[in-house]
C-alpha cells in the first residue's frame, strides 16, 4: 500500500493514550518525525484528538491519532475524555505513554482494561527513560523510550509495524465477486446533490479495485443505462449502482445480470451484512412518531435533494404509511444512548474505519434497536432486495 493508493478509513488507526504530560504529544512527534502536536508542560495542552493520514515506515499508510489526557478534570475535562473514549471506537493499535518517573497510574491500569475488554491490541510506551535510575523490564506490551533522545522509537515502530501486520487481513470490495477480463458497469446518477466535478470515494473505491483486477469498467447515469446495456455484446457480469438510483437501474437491468450497489458492497466490505438485512424488516412497521435515526459517516454539506436528510425520509414516510420522527447525525457523531430509537438507517461507512461501523452496529444491538443501511433499506423499500443481494451472499 502507498500513500496515494490508500484512503483514510482503510488505514491502520494508531491512537496514542495516556494521562495529561505522561509525554504523548512528544512521543507522536518523535514518532512521526513531524510536529503534529503541540508540546507543553502546561497539563492539557492536547484539547481534542489531533488526527493525521500518513506514510509511517516501517509501518506503511496510517492514521496517527493524539488524545487528550485520560485524567483531566472538571467539567470540561470531562467532555475531553469522551472525546478520548470516541476514539477508542476506530482504534486498530493502541499506545499507552507512560511517564517512567513516575509510573502507572489508576487512570492508565483503567485505560488497559479498556483495550483488553475491547480486544484492542496494544503497546505501553515508558516514557523518560533517560530520567529514569531503574527503566522497567520490557515485555510483549512493554517497550521503554525517551522521546526526548529518541532511544527506543525505532524499536516501537518495528514492534507497532508487527502488530499491524498481525492484524491484516485480505479483503475485497468487489474483486472476488468478478473474474477477471469481466464487464462491470457502474451506475453514477450526477444530479443536484451530487459533489461538482468528480465522484464520491465509494465509486472511487471500486472503479480502481475493479481496475486492479484487471477488468473493464463502464460508467454512465441511470438515465443512460439501458442504452449502454444495449450497446454491449454481451451481458455484464456485474451492474453496480448508487442506492438511489436502485428503482431505475433495476427496471432497466435485464433478469439475468447481477445488480447491486456500492452501499451493500460496503456493508458487507466493514459491517455485519446479515444484521442490517434483519433490520430492513423494521422498516415496514413504523408508526407515526416512532423515532428514526438516520446517520451518515460524512461531514458533507448538503444539497437539495439530499439523500440523507430529504430522499429517504420520504422514501420512509411512503414506504411506512406513517409520520416517523427522524434525527440525524454526520461524521464522529453517533449517540451513546440509542434507546429512543425504532430503527437506525446507516450509510455505507466509505468514511469510517472497520473499527467504528462495527462498534455502531454493536451498539445497535446491545440496545436491541434495528440498523439497516442505506443501500439494503432502497432496496427492501422498492420489493428487490433478494435480487441486490444475491451477488453478494454465497
Same mark, same amino acid.
Given at each position: ?11 491502520? @488507526? ?85 511517564? %517512567? ?21 496494544? +503497546? ?16 510483549? @506490551? ?11 522509537? %525505532? ?17 475485497? +470490495?468487489?474483486?472476488? *465477486?468478478?473474474? /477477471?477480463?469481466?464487464?462491470?458497469? *457502474? ?8 459533489? =461538482? ?34 450497446? +454491449? ?16 437501474v433495476a427496471e432497466n437491468t435485464p433478469p439475468g445480470v447481477p ?42 454539506h448538503r444539497q437539495c435533494g439530499d439523500i440523507g436528510t430529504v ?20 461524521? $464522529? ?12 438507517? @446507516? ?8 473499527? /467504528? ?7 445497535? +444491538? ?16 422498492? $420489493? ?5 443481494? =444475491?451477488?453478494?451472499?454465497?
Amino acid at each position: 500500500m502507498s500513500f496515494n493508493s490508500t484512503v483514510s478509513a482503510l488505514r491502520p @488507526h494508531i491512537a496514542f493514550f495516556g494521562r495529561r504530560n505522561a509525554g504523548k504529544s512528544s512521543v507522536v512527534n518523535t514518532v512521526t518525525n513531524q510536529r503534529i502536536s503541540v508540546v507543553s508542560d502546561t497539563l492539557g495542552t492536547t484539547t481534542d484528538p489531533v488526527q493525521k493520514a500518513m506514510e509511517l515506515l516501517p509501518l506503511g499508510p496510517v492514521v496517527i491519532i493524539d488524545t487528550p489526557g485520560f485524567d483531566d478534570e472538571g467539567a470540561l475535562g470531562e467532555l475531553r475524555v469522551e472525546r478520548t473514549r470516541e476514539v477508542l471506537r476506530k482504534t486498530d493499535i493502541a499506545v499507552l505513554v507512560v511517564d %517512567g518517573t513516575v509510573g502507572l497510574s489508576e487512570a492508565d491500569e483503567a485505560l488497559i482494561g479498556e483495550f483488553v475488554s475491547r480486544g484492542l491490541p496494544y +503497546l505501553i510506551a515508558v516514557n523518560k527513560i533517560d530520567l529514569m535510575e531503574n527503566p522497567v523490564k520490557e515485555d510483549k @506490551h512493554t517497550a521503554c523510550i525517551s522521546a526526548l533522545t529518541g532511544e527506543g522509537i %525505532g524499536e516501537l515502530k518495528e514492534r507497532l509495524a508487527t502488530l499491524i501486520r498481525s492484524q491484516e487481513k485480505e479483503k475485497f +470490495l468487489v474483486a472476488d *465477486l468478478v473474474e /477477471e477480463g469481466d464487464t462491470v458497469v *457502474l451506475v453514477i446518477p450526477i444530479d443536484e446533490s451530487a459533489p =461538482k466535478g468528480r465522484i464520491i470515494l465509494p465509486q472511487q473505491q471500486t472503479l480502481r479495485e475493479l481496475l486492479d483486477h484487471h477488468c473493464s469498467v463502464i460508467c454512465c447515469q441511470d438515465t443512460e443505462l439501458k442504452a449502454t446495456l444495449g450497446m +454491449l455484446k454481451n451481458d455484464p457480469a456485474l451492474v453496480i449502482t448508487d442506492s438511489q438510483a436502485f428503482k431505475r437501474v433495476a427496471e432497466n437491468t435485464p433478469p439475468g445480470v447481477p445488480m447491486t450497489s456500492f452501499s451493500i458492497l460496503f456493508a458487507r466490505f466493514k459491517g455485519n451484512l446479515d444484521g442490517l438485512i434483519r433490520g430492513a424488516n423494521a422498516l415496514k412497521h413504523l408508526q407515526d412518531g416512532d423515532k428514526v435515526l438516520i446517520s451518515e459517516g460524512c461531514t458533507h454539506h448538503r444539497q437539495c435533494g439530499d439523500i440523507g436528510t430529504v430522499k429517504l425520509p420520504g422514501w420512509i414516510r411512503n414506504y411506512a404509511g406513517s409520520e416517523p420522527d427522524f434525527t440525524f447525525t454526520s461524521g $464522529g457523531t453517533f449517540p451513546d444512548d440509542l434507546s429512543a430509537y425504532k430503527v437506525i438507517v @446507516h450509510c455505507g461507512g466509505c468514511m469510517l474505519n472497520e473499527k /467504528e461501523m462495527q462498534h455502531r452496529q454493536r451498539a445497535a +444491538l446491545s440496545a436491541g434497536i434495528p440498523m439497516v443501511n442505506y443501500g439494503v433499506a432502497i432496496a427492501a423499500m422498492n $420489493g428487490i432486495l433478494n435480487r441486490a443481494l =444475491k451477488p453478494v451472499i454465497s
